[in-house]
């Protein structure tokens, strides 16, 4: 049970990929706006991780499901986004180190000669 009364089943709680990934669209889909301290500059560096940890459990306080299955069924697509999104982001990350590490020996290289 949390602090507003509302008990939160153990099959709702765990990561929530699409809260850690798009915190602040996920907050205001699922009607919880604690995602919404993301935009607070350092701050948000650690808040991410907190709503990834805790952003199952403030969508099901928030939501109107009927059941836990509704519930995963909606959060899934969430998750599906957000897992798809941090894969992409370090590819991304990934390969701009490999650009920046090539230009650099390029640049090293041409200036020995």
Excluded: H, S
């Amino acid at each position: 049970m949390d602090e507003n009364g509302t008990i939160v089943p153990a099959e709702v709680k765990g990561w929530n990929w699409g809260a850690f990934m798009y915190n602040i669209f996920w907050g205001i889909g699922n009607k919880t706006y604690l995602p919404l301290l993301c935009l607070i500059p350092v701050f948000n560096i650690v808040w991410v991780f907190v709503c990834g940890f805790k952003g199952n459990e403030w969508a099901w306080q928030k939501g109107d499901y009927k059941d836990v299955e509704t519930f995963k069924a909606v959060q899934a697509t969430w998750n599906r986004a957000g897992i798809v999104q941090f894969i992409l982001a370090i590819v991304f990350i990934v390969l701009y180190v490999l650009f920046i590490g090539t230009i650099m020996t390029a640049i090293l290289n041409n200036n020995n000669y």
